[in-house]
């Protein structure tokens, strides 16, 4: 699982830090190269072109599966991050303000997205929150996003996705919500239609150049507990 921890000290200060891979003697594991090394010999190889390339943006944030199954429904794609905040004072065993936040990543060919294909995802969401989700004080978010990989995009399923929104309080907000996401793209068209929060859409549009100005999960989390 891809982790992101933040401590803030007294001088409220924070610093990131990512996955930690050993190394050998002759290379530290703080070099880019080790790091990249390390990366890649953990992301598994697609069959398909496209997810390939794909798995090459995602890697550095999520750990990624192929071939995931769960509650009957198969994804080629797969990946998870979490991301943990942590206040600390004088030293890390004296921490308080503890939070977190995940993101699971589903996503999958299909010969043709339907309304009922995403509606019975989002169901799909909204099982695995029930299941996955440990609902208390250090829960922040959790994101389901559902990606389907088709030929084309018809009207009726750009409509959905574009005024889909899901988003659950647990606890009036107590302890944190959920959101339910749902992206389809035709690659070979170069088309995509996202629904609003769905920041890993932009992972799967090949054909654009990654932009740097829209907030991703990380950084709305970060910014949400330093208000």
Known sequence: MSDSSFDAGSDESASSSTRAESADSS????????????ALSDVPD?????????????????DLEK????????????????IENRKQLFHPAINYANHEAHEHLFARRTGRATVESLERLAELGH?????????????????????LVTDSISEPVREFVEGFRDRTLLKLG???KYEVNLVVVAPEA??????????????????????????????????????
């Open 27 to 38: 290379e530290s594991a703080d070099s880019p190269a080790s790091a990249g090394e390390s």
């Open 174 to 176: 107590f302890y944190g």
């Open 67 to 82: 071939d995931y199954r769960v509650r009957g429904e198969r994804f080629d794609l797969y990946g998870e991050v979490r």
């Open 190 to 227: 170069e088309r995509l239609v996202a629904s609003r929060n769905a920041d890993a859409a932009t992972a799967f549009r090949l054909w654009d150049d990654v932009p740097q100005a829209e907030p991703g999960l990380l950084e709305r989390f970060v910014r949400a507990l330093w208000k």
């Open 46 to 62: 697609w069959d398909d072109e496209y997810l390939d390339r794909v798995s090459d943006r995602l890697m550095y944030h999520f």
């Open 127 to 147: 099982d695995l929150a029930d299941e996955w989700i440990v609902a208390d004080e250090e829960h922040f978010g959790t994101e389901f996003t559902f990606v």
